[in-house]
């Protein structure tokens, strides 16, 4: 499947886009004063919101009737967020609490931090992709009997971890030559998997207005979907071209494909499995098995 990494910002990259859009993915910098080399993480309040408008209408105007966006931002900008899509043409389907695996440094007058929101809307009434994706995660304690064919996912994703700060991020993050993280916010490869198996099909389009370390589009290309990515950090955008040139094993998707086993037509919904043709690659013995 072919990717397109556009090297701007994202307003001025609409411009290149020439297809039209079945998924977007956004994920911008959440305004808190955090240090970017090509954005101001400072703005006032209404720039934004105003700038967080103008990529939700944009992407908007580029979206195929029915196609889906879901929007992530800290759980305090809720309201923000949902006046924002409502206002660029966007319909709530639903509104999803990412919880955390961890929680932030706890404050003295309110509730320590522990999800995120995730704002699942579409281009008209109706998603014209939605798959009902099936997973077994752990029993609770107290159930007695084991599920024989998992659970449908909710509206509250607590299975799926954060890439934490520091070395407890583990081998998904991206790193340095002096192994510091490449890039902080990035997100985890089994967030982006769920939210393009539930919302794409094989060979449609995903869109990242905010690409980052190019997580969006690594999970796209390794299910057959087609992507286009902007970032404005030209660092940025090189290694996302090299980290899906090139993909890591840490960044292979085929070990979770067993958490959604339970998933009618799932193999249809994956698509051609590109983890055992990239293992091969690296072993001419063809004795690497993915499962």
């Not at 990717?3 to 297809?19: G, H, M, P, T």
């Not at 003295?108 to 809307?121: L, M, N, R």
């Not at 940025?236 to 339970?262: F, M, P, W």
């Amino acid at each position: 499947m072919t990717y397109n990494i556009i090297n701007k910002n994202c307003l001025d990259a609409f411009e290149d886009i020439k297809e039209s859009i079945d998924l977007t993915f956004l994920d911008p910098p959440f305004n808190q004063q955090k240090k970017y080399a090509y954005h101001d993480d400072n703005m006032d309040e209404a720039d934004y919101w105003q700038f967080m408008k103008d990529v939700c209408v944009n992407t908007f105007n580029l979206t195929n009737e029915g196609g889906a966006i879901y929007f992530m931002q800290r759980e305090k900008n809720a309201e923000f967020v949902l006046r924002t899509l409502r206002e660029s043409g966007w319909i709530l389907q639903n509104v999803i609490i990412w919880r955390k695996k961890t929680s932030a440094v706890p404050v003295a007058t309110k509730f320590g931090k522990q999800y995120q929101v995730i704002a699942y809307a579409t281009k008209g009434k109706r998603a014209k992709t939605f798959h009902r994706l099936r997973i077994d995660p752990e029993l609770p304690a107290n159930y007695k009997h084991k599920r024989e064919n998992g659970i449908y996912v909710t509206d509250v994703w607590n299975d799926i971890r954060e890439l934490t700060s520091g070395f407890f991020a583990g081998e998904e993050a991206v790193r340095d030559a002096d192994g510091a993280r490449f890039h902080k916010q990035q997100s985890p490869i089994a967030l982006l998997l769920r939210i393009i198996l539930s919302s794409s099909n094989v060979g449609d389009m995903v869109f990242d207005p905010f690409a980052g370390t190019g997580t969006t589009s690594l999970v796209a290309h390794q299910i057959q979907r087609q992507s286009v990515a902007a970032e404005i950090d030209p660092k940025n955008a090189a290694h996302i071209e090299k980290r899906l040139s090139n993909i890591r094993d840490a960044d292979l998707v085929g070990k979770y494909y067993k958490d959604y086993i339970c998933t009618k037509d799932l193999s249809e919904i994956w698509g051609e499995n590109l983890d055992e043709i990239l293992i091969r690659k690296r072993d001419d013995n063809l004795q690497t098995k993915l499962f």
